[in-house]
């Protein structure tokens, strides 16, 4: 008999047959997972195991490579804290997205589960969470293997007045060294690069699209 506890996200739960479920999970020293949950269909075990929300889940299998049953115990459910918030509800549901795409099976990435943790709890901060999800996002590239690099400009090997990046290499570029490339380019925000900036609406809008296109064309291009 195969078992382990630990503590997991909730990214998603469907319906199995007439009253259970199928649970899957980002737990934080065993990686995305899945189980059986016994009586998951109803609602009063559906509720805690909505996406975003934190559990303590205990796993066991006949063998390691089978699917298994969870027992889960609620720790935190953000789902319903959030429910009359919109945004952050999107939010949630958005970073819950990214990990199931995302994470390979069973593969423990515990600095990301700590980070998307702290993500889930300041989603109801709408001053503080959007430029904290475009750095998660960031990090989630870098620990996927795809990483930018914001260090210095691709041209001059400058390490000040970055003011772009390269949409093809991901590496940081000066606009005034761009030439006719410079409307190729993707904007970067400068608090992604100096803590002591300010973050602005217009900063919010161009992280998303500058971590949007990466997600796409490189790490979901290659799913």
Same mark, same amino acid.
């Given at each position: 008999?195969? &078992?382990?506890?630990?503590?997991?996200? /909730?990214?998603?739960?469907? !319906?199995?047959?007439?009253?259970?479920?199928?649970? $899957?999970?980002?737990?934080?020293?065993?990686? @995305?997972?899945?189980? =059986?949950?016994?009586?998951?269909?109803?609602?009063? @075990?559906? #509720?805690?195991?909505?996406?975003?929300?934190?559990?303590?889940?205990?796993? @066991?299998?006949?063998?390691?490579?089978?699917?298994?049953?969870?027992?889960?115990?609620?720790?935190?459910?953000?789902?319903?804290?959030?429910?009359?918030?919109?945004? #952050? +509800?999107?939010? +949630?549901?958005? *970073?819950?997205?990214?990990? #199931?795409?995302?994470?390979? $099976?069973?593969?423990?990435?515990?600095?990301?589960?700590?980070?998307? $943790?702290?993500? +889930?709890? %300041?989603?109801?901060?709408?001053?503080?969470?959007?430029?904290?999800?475009?750095?998660? &996002?960031?990090?989630? %590239?870098? =620990? =996927?293997?795809?990483?930018?690099? *914001?260090?210095?400009?691709?041209? /001059?090997?400058?390490?000040?007045?970055?003011?772009?990046?390269?949409?093809?290499?991901?590496? #940081?570029?000066?606009?005034?060294?761009?030439?006719?490339?410079?409307? !190729?380019?993707?904007?970067?925000?400068?608090? *992604?690069?100096?803590?002591?900036?300010?973050?602005?609406?217009?900063?919010?809008?161009?992280?998303?699209? %500058?971590?949007?296109?990466? +997600?796409?064309?490189? %790490?979901?291009?290659? *799913?």
């Amino acid at each position: 008999m195969a &078992e382990w506890s630990d503590r997991a996200i /909730s990214l998603g739960l469907r !319906r199995f047959g007439e009253t259970g479920a199928i649970l $899957e999970v980002f737990a934080r020293e065993q990686g @995305k997972r899945r189980g =059986m949950v016994h009586g998951g269909a109803s609602r009063t @075990k559906r #509720a805690p195991m909505q996406p975003g929300n934190t559990l303590q889940i205990t796993w @066991k299998a006949r063998a390691d490579d089978s699917l298994g049953y969870f027992t889960a115990e609620s720790e935190n459910e953000r789902a319903a804290i959030y429910m009359s918030d919109g945004v #952050a +509800l999107s939010g +949630l549901s958005a *970073l819950s997205e990214l990990l #199931a795409a995302a994470l390979p $099976e069973g593969e423990a990435k515990p600095a990301l589960y700590d980070a998307a $943790e702290t993500v +889930l709890d %300041l989603l109801g901060n709408e001053e503080v969470w959007p430029a904290l999800f475009i750095r998660w &996002e960031l990090g989630l %590239l870098t =620990m =996927m293997g795809y990483g930018l690099d *914001l260090s210095a400009c691709a041209v /001059s090997g400058g390490n000040d007045g970055l003011t772009h990046v390269s949409p093809r290499s991901g590496r #940081a570029v000066r606009g005034s060294e761009a030439g006719d490339y410079l409307d !190729r380019l993707l904007p970067l925000p400068q608090f *992604l690069i100096d803590s002591t900036a300010p973050v602005t609406p217009v900063d919010i809008h161009h992280g998303f699209r %500058l971590t949007g296109h990466f +997600l796409a064309e490189r %790490l979901f291009a290659d *799913l």
